[in-house]
């Protein structure tokens, strides 16, 4: 009886252990070197609300948001081999980028499969963007997703196109593209596959939408019956090729250092100190205001109590009445 129990207890240990390995993460963050940078470009540091102009070879990481402007346009290279061709008006919230750490150097132009498993969520606000995703550890749990207010795609290694572009009147056009490989778009109402088998055609999927311009709020009109994948249009294919040349130019004199438990470390500390340095300066600032508007109220008490004062030193003592008096043949009474 005693052998089962313990018998059952491992088994109960070992099949959590291997739960926890299925759904575990990267262990740290993973590096974004930015690339052919044209036109304007800035990134957002979300920690400490620090807005930089983009230039090339700059690190960014998770927790930064990249913005192009009307002219602008920017290569973001991944750690893991992944790159994001981010094209004119548009804004892409990186919300996490992990990766397990590397022993060697990393160059991009050479991969084909990510050299360690990582985990990484986008977040396409507007815009255009053309992505080349190396092939994944799925076994290890690794992913890539792109997020968007139409919905969620999941990449399994391939290069792909999403335009998701707000008129203004109240629609926005949304597309998918994929050149090879298979991404899997979850909208909220049905999960789409948009896989292409080698030799074929492109495929892409277009989804009519209309948008609150005032909330943003996003709703599909297009019934999950009808979202057809079909060939791809020139213009697209087109677009994706000139991508591809223009990534090509942008990651073939990028490499990626190991990062050794000191850096790794130091990054920490600094990410720690900046932290609590932001913290320290909001403390301040709402204390400041705090004492600013206590001495305004101040001030407007006294001032209100002086005029008070004013007021009634200006206005005269009421004078009393005379006697009221009468006329009459006796005399004045």
């Known amino acids: ?197 080698a030799g074929e055609t492109p495929k892409e999927v277009v989804i009519e939408v209309q948008v609150n311009d005032v909330t943003g709020a996003v709703t599909i009109t297009t019934p999950a019956g009808k979202m057809v994948v079909l060939d791809a249009p020139a213009t697209s294919v087109a677009a994706v090729v000139q991508s591809a040349v223009e990534v090509a130019q942008a990651v073939a004199t990028v490499v990626f250092k190991p990062v050794t438990p000191v850096d790794a470390a130091v990054n920490k500390a600094a990410a720690e100190k900046a932290a609590a340095e932001k913290a320290a300066a909001e403390k301040k600032a709402a204390e400041d205001k705090a004492a600013a508007d206590k001495a305004a109220s101040d001030k407007a008490a006294a001032e209100k109590i002086e005029a008070e004062k004013k007021a009634s030193e200006a206005t005269p003592l009421p004078v009393p009445p005379l006697p009221k008096t009468t006329s009459g043949a006796g005399g004045t009474d």
């Open 1 to 197: 009886m005693l052998k089962s129990l313990l018998m059952w207890v491992f088994l109960v240990g070992l099949s959590v252990a291997t739960a926890s390995s299925a759904f575990a993460q990267a262990t740290q963050a993973g590096e974004i070197k930015l690339a052919r940078v044209t036109g304007e470009v800035t990134w957002l540091n979300k920690a400490t609300k620090i807005v930089m102009a983009a230039s090339n070879n700059q690190t960014i990481g998770q927790g930064t948001t990249v913005t192009t402007g009307k002219d602008g346009s920017v290569v973001l290279v991944f750690s893991n081999g992944a790159t994001i061709n981010l094209k004119t008006d548009s804004v892409l919230d990186i919300e996490q980028y992990l990766q397990d750490p590397f022993a060697a150097d990393i160059k991009p132009a050479e991969l084909t499969d990510e050299p360690t498993v990582s985990n990484t969520k986008l977040n396409l606000t507007r815009g255009e963007l053309v992505g080349n995703v190396k092939h994944l550890n799925k076994a290890k749990n690794s992913s890539f997703s792109v997020q968007t207010p139409v919905g969620a795609a999941g990449i399994r290694g391939t290069t792909f196109r999403i335009v998701y572009r707000p008129s203004g009147n109240g629609t926005a056009f949304f597309s998918l593209t994929t050149a090879d490989g298979n991404v899997e778009l979850a909208t909220g109402t049905s999960n789409l596959p948009v896989g292409v088998v």
